[in-house]
């Protein structure tokens, strides 16, 4: 059972920057698709972001795309999201998931076998 644990969340006003860290405990991670996905109240997950195993691709949604990174530090089994020019429709609970089946990017969050626990993402207008 592969554990993810996302962190960095918090409140932040319009315009402002966040950064989520996504910390797995298995190092099996290293050779896997990571991907970020939110889902905002009365709303389905929707894909934000997803990572190749080797980090060298990368894929964003239209909406985060020139303002979100993603990154991954496989020597730590870390993924992170960096978050800038946040707006209000930023606003979600983030999670972090990993996709042992592929090494490339995925954006379906049908095809991710692990998921975290989420962490609440607030912009204020």
């Known amino acids: 059972q592969v554990q993810l644990v996302e962190t960095g969340g918090g409140l932040v006003q319009a315009g402002g920057s966040l950064r989520l860290s996504c910390a797995a405990s298995e190092r099996t991670i290293s050779a896997s698709t990571m991907g970020w996905f939110r889902q905002a109240p009365g709303k389905e997950r929707e894909f934000v972001a997803t990572?190749?195993?080797?980090?060298?691709?990368?894929r964003y949604a239209d909406s985060v795309k020139g303002r979100f990174t993603i990154s991954r530090d496989n020597a730590k089994n870390t993924v992170y999201l960096q978050m800038n020019s946040l707006t209000p429709e930023d606003t979600a609970v983030y999670y972090c998931?990993?996709?042992?089946?592929?090494?490339?990017?995925?954006?379906?969050?049908?095809?991710?076998?692990?998921w975290g626990q989420g962490t609440q993402v607030t912009v204020s207008s």
């Open positions: 990572i190749s195993a080797s980090g060298r691709s990368t």
């Open positions: 998931a990993v996709d042992f089946n592929t090494i490339f990017t995925r954006s379906d969050p049908g095809e991710y076998d692990y």
